[in-house]
């Protein structure tokens, strides 16, 4: 099927009077969890919906004292994780009070507190045909004598876990948090991490099977637009239809603070895409999830690590602090934070009064054409133009408009009672006319000529 999102002008001939949006997530207050265990800079919670029960899972990340960092001015903890489950994805309950995961429990160690782990945030791999494969945790092992070690972690349900040693031992290693995505189109995992422990530009490391890691290939990194003290901190990746959504974490640093690695300031989001989750760009500058009011979770920093599709909405899970970075560091913070997205919301066309949209050249090859547009005090009208850019009969705006619509799958009906299945094998433009409204995303059995047969390298 073929799909014409916003975030760019790449399917698009020309708008006017269409403006693009990015898409502003709701947090659903209602929705956050607290644990006294839960340190914000710690957590990375990873959710999704258990499609044999109907429940909602979670494994996030809880942390115990380690040692306190004379230098650095703060207090390093061990990670541990715990798993919450839900009927709704709203109202959580913590399985028990133990942990899943953690450096007793699961590496069996003679002197816990001499040792520690850091690592996540947990990988929800769909295409994994191995279950008890399915859940997948990159972290950082340090042994008694403080020397790091990476390995993975993996489960079929989050209650167990069997862990390895990642075979690429000590020659990469990464640090926290350390997130995975797969790559369909190119049949491949990527590794998303640091270029350094003291170089925050965005890297991939590429692997098929963990047991071999390619070399690192640059992705993001803060650039002019950005504010001096900002870096790059962590990009959570999610497949999304035919493209890659990326979650970009950008660390706000201390301006006062002089030291090699910056630790104290504050952190946010912004949104990046991609077509071939490779190459990323930011759609602006600007957070895509911001900060909260000061004094509530989320208020001191967000971190945002999940993504799940239900129904006709995207939910967005992360965890959220009350202070900013490593600072009030005894404060209970948010386990889970939910915020919510209208499916296609990432970004979207919003009229100035009345504007119009025409698409490049398409060929349809089926029926359908859906289009995802909230116009519920509105008019919005639909033609097709011919190749030369002629109005097709019986195909006009007048045979076409319609009043108060907000769906996510509208298709338009001509009174002629043609369909865009008598178009089949024929160049044509599709011509979109709103009042008082947003279009977020084109749907249909159509290719866009001379967008979709490109490939990036």
Not at 274 to 279: L, P, V, W
Request: hydrophobic share 35%.
């Amino acid at each position: 099927m073929g799909i014409i999102y916003f975030f760019d002008d790449w399917k698009i001939l020309r708008r006017t009077r269409m403006n693009r949006k990015m898409g502003t997530p709701v947090l659903c207050k209602e929705s956050i969890l607290e644990d006294v265990k839960t340190e914000g800079v710690w957590n990375y919670p990873t959710v999704w919906k258990d499609i044999t029960t109907g429940k909602w899972v979670a494994i996030y990340g809880g942390c115990a004292p380690f040692s306190y960092d004379e230098r650095a001015g703060f207090c390093i903890k061990t990670v541990e994780l715990y798993r919450a489950t839900s009927e709704d994805g709203i109202h959580w309950k913590s399985d028990c009070e133990n942990p899943v995961f953690s450096r007793e429990i699961d590496l069996g160690m003679d002197e816990p507190g001499l040792s520690r782990i850091d690592g996540g945030p947990v990988f929800y791999d769909e295409k994994e045909r191995n279950e008890h494969k399915r859940l997948k945790l990159l972290y950082r092992f340090f042994d008694t004598n403080g020397v790091p070690e990476e390995r993975i972690a993996y489960s079929s349900n989050g209650k167990t876990w069997k862990t390895e040693k990642l075979a690429c031992g000590n020659e990469k290693l990464f640090h926290s948090p350390s997130s995975i995505f797969y790559n369909e189109k190119e049949g491949k995992y990527y590794i998303s991490n640091w270029f350094h422990v003291h170089d925050r530009r965005i890297v991939f490391y590429g692997t098929r099977d963990f047991k071999s890691v390619e070399e690192p290939l640059l992705i993001l990194q803060a650039d002019g637009e950005d504010e001096c003290t900002a870096e790059t901190y962590a990009l959570i990746v999610i497949p999304y239809e035919d493209m890659y959504i990326g979650l970009l974490w950008m660390f706000h640093g201390d301006a006062g603070e002089t030291k090699l690695n910056r630790l104290m300031g504050y952190m946010d989001c912004q949104l990046v895409y991609s077509y071939n989750g490779k190459i990323f760009q930011r759609i602006c500058h600007r957070p895509f999830i911001a900060r909260s009011r000061q004094g509530e979770h989320g208020g001191g920093s967000v971190f945002p690590t999940s993504v799940v599709e239900d129904k006709n909405h995207i939910y967005i899970y992360g965890s959220g602090s009350k202070g900013e970075m490593f600072r009030y560091q005894e404060e209970k913070d948010a386990a889970l934070l939910r915020y919510s997205l209208r499916k296609d919301g990432f970004a979207y066309l919003a009229t100035e009064s009345t504007g119009d949209i025409c698409t490049k050249a398409l060929r349809f090859y089926g029926e359908k054409l859906y289009l995802n547009v909230c116009a519920p005090y509105g008019v919005i009208k639909v033609r097709i133009l011919n190749e030369d850019g002629k109005e097709m009969e019986g195909m006009s705006y007048e045979e076409c408009t319609y009043k108060c619509i907000d769906l996510i799958e509208w298709t338009p009906v001509w009174i002629s009672n043609k369909t865009v299945n008598s178009l089949k094998g024929q160049v044509v433009f599709l011509e979109i006319e709103i009042t008082n409204g947003e279009l977020y995303a084109i749907r249909g059995d159509f290719d866009v000529l001379g967008a979709n047969y490109i490939k990036l390298e």
